[in-house]
Nanobody
Framework: QVQLVESGGGLVQPGGSLRLSCAPS????????MGWYRQAPGKKRELVAT???????NYADSVKGRFTISRDNAKNTVYLRMNSLKPEDTAVYSC???????????????WGQGTQVTVSS
């Protein structure tokens, strides 16, 4: 069974920084794209950032210039560095990873349980 575990969330003041981490456990053959999503109360889930297996990145307009997504393939880990945090960044942040469990199988999406990020003075 594959499970994703996020860490690094917490309470931070406006203008502060946090770094989120996400890594899977279980049997894995290969990982493709990785991404971070967030959902605030009363809002739909939105894409924050994605990174391909070759390191190509994309960001939501609301976080460009402030957030940086990266990956460590040796550790099967994806990170999200968040700088200059604003109260409107408050949300539950979840990671999504495309995983192929065994050779010959198709990729499918796996989701973490989410980590709370609260930006408040």
């Amino acid at each position: 069974q594959v499970q994703l575990v996020e860490s690094g969330g917490g309470l931070v003041q406006p203008g502060g920084s946090l770094r989120l981490s996400c890594a899977p456990s279980g049997s894995i053959f290969r990982i493709n794209a990785m991404g971070w999503y967030r959902q605030a109360p009363g809002k739909k889930r939105e894409l924050v950032a994605t990174i391909t297996s070759d390191g190509s990145t994309n960001y939501a307009d609301s976080v460009k210039g402030r957030f940086t997504i990266s990956r460590d393939n040796a550790k099967n880990t994806v990170y999200l560095r968040m700088n200059s945090l604003k109260p409107e960044d408050t949300a539950v942040y979840s990671c999504k990873i495309e995983i192929k469990r065994r050779v010959g199988q198709s990729y499918r999406d796996y989701w973490g349980q989410g980590t709370q990020v609260t930006v408040s003075s």
